[in-house]
């Protein structure tokens, strides 16, 4: 069969949706070669996939967006390190192409210069999206701000004015850096931030609607596949779990540090007189001296399905994973988002009628509490949005789309 590679970000919550659709692909007698953040790699190798770090540089580049003083700062800040990163994933993606020799590509989307590579070097590769694309719709608002959208001419207008203004952040930081190194490799320079995303000859968008926007106007390059389910390996006991007789409330962090640890401790303090059991997760580490109600558990990790199963609502900072995780099993979830894409996912929440939105700026134990109890009303939307993601195909429909459209196996009908 056939060699595939996967290149990714130096971080989990891009890994892990790539690796289930690694998994499936390795099910299916692929050969997979995986490059990621040096953590990543012993899961690889449990995987039995040809394992190895990125270069150490890319991971030095740190993600300091959570540091900036404003949403507009962190955004640009976030994109200068993609674009920053950029420079080392030529030479390391080059090198990994040259050593194994593999038939297709898949690349992380947060990986801006592994692209110029993958072309020069005439590999078929795909885009993988874990998060919604900042690309280009005329049916919805401009990536970034979490934009309510409006129907009509009204919506159309206020689009078109704001488009430049959010847009033109990640031109600035995308467009110059990058042709910079299209230049030295030989490649196509890019006119815009579309023009680069659409590079892609397959793009997999791990979403799905109604969770996700409509865009009629994206074209059948991009297919979203819904969310990709990976726990990463856990060491230590869930029994605690079944000792728990009371419904759960799941309140999670960022895996890539955000400063957002005031979220599962404002969630503590809202719901500790609720006949509810709180499982707080801090992946980036448990603040010292912080008080745990007797109806909580604190722990730094937990793979998230096992609580999921039981939990009657999530309270998400907003990254995709989480959130998307809790919707495909029907539980509502309130997000309160802190950065980056989750501005974004918060929204689609609200809109899709599947949890609440509360602001990072707003947020209170009170106001938190009062979110919490609406979006546990919104079984019936986070229901409809787990119909929507089954019907994606998740990583199967991922897995043939990538083997038909670029390895030319199966049916040579579109999927």
């Known amino acids: 069969m056939a060699t595939i590679l996967a290149y990714t970000s130096p971080a989990f919550g891009n890994l892990c949706p790539i690796l289930a659709l690694l998994s499936e692909l390795r099910g299916r007698g692929h050969r997979i070669v995986l490059r990621t953040l040096a953590e990543g790699v012993p899961i690889g190798a449990r995987l039995a996939f040809d394992t190895s770090a990125v270069d150490p540089r890319i991971e030095a580049v740190a993600m300091t967006d959570w540091m900036a003083p404003n949403g507009r700062a962190a955004i640009r800040t976030a994109f200068d390190v993609f674009a920053k990163r950029a420079e080392y994933e030529v030479d390391d993606l080059r090198s990994a192409i040259a050593s194994t020799r593999p038939d297709v590509a898949i690349i992380d989307a947060n990986c801006w210069g592994a692209p110029a590579a993958a072309d020069v070097a005439a590999l078929p590769w795909v885009a993988f999206w874990s998060y919604p694309p900042f690309l280009t719709s005329r049916a919805v608002p401009p990536f970034g701000p979490g934009l309510r959208p409006w129907p009509g001419i009204r919506g159309r207008l206020r689009d078109a004015v704001l488009r430049p203004i959010v847009t033109g952040l990640i031109e600035q930081a995308m467009v110059e850096p990058l042709n910079r190194i299209h230049a030295t490799l030989g490649a196509r320079p890019i006119a815009s931030s579309d023009d680069f995303v659409r590079r892609a000859p397959l793009m997999l968008v791990a979403s799905a609607e109604p969770f996700e926007y409509p865009h009629p106007d994206w074209g059948d390059a991009v297919q979203m596949i819904g969310p990709c389910e990976f ?180 049916p040579a009908a579109k999927v």
């Open 231 to 410: 726990d990463l390996p856990f060491a230590g006991s869930t029994d605690w779990i079944d000792d728990v007789d009371r419904p759960i409330v799941l309140v999670t962090t960022s895996s890539e540090r955000q400063g957002d640890d005031a979220l599962p401790l404002a969630a503590m303090t809202a719901l500790s007189d609720e006949p509810i059991h709180v499982v707080a997760t801090f992946p980036c580490g448990i603040p010292a001296g912080i008080t745990i109600p007797d109806n909580a558990t604190v722990r730094r990790f937990v793979p998230h399905g096992v609580l999921l199963d039981r939990a009657v609502c999530a309270v998400t900072h907003g990254g995709m994973g989480a959130t998307q995780k809790a919707l495909a099993r029907g539980v509502p979830v309130c997000v309160v988002p802190f950065g980056r894409d989750q501005f974004e996912v918060a929204r689609r929440v609200e809109v899709s009628c599947s949890g609440t939105r509360l602001r990072a700026t707003k947020l209170t134990p009170l106001r938190l509490k009062s979110k919490v109890a609406e979006a546990m009303s919104m079984v019936d939307g986070a229901r409809r949005v787990a119909a929507g993601f089954a019907a994606s195909g998740g990583v199967a429909r991922g897995a043939d789309l990538l083997e038909r459209r670029l390895l030319g196996l199966g």
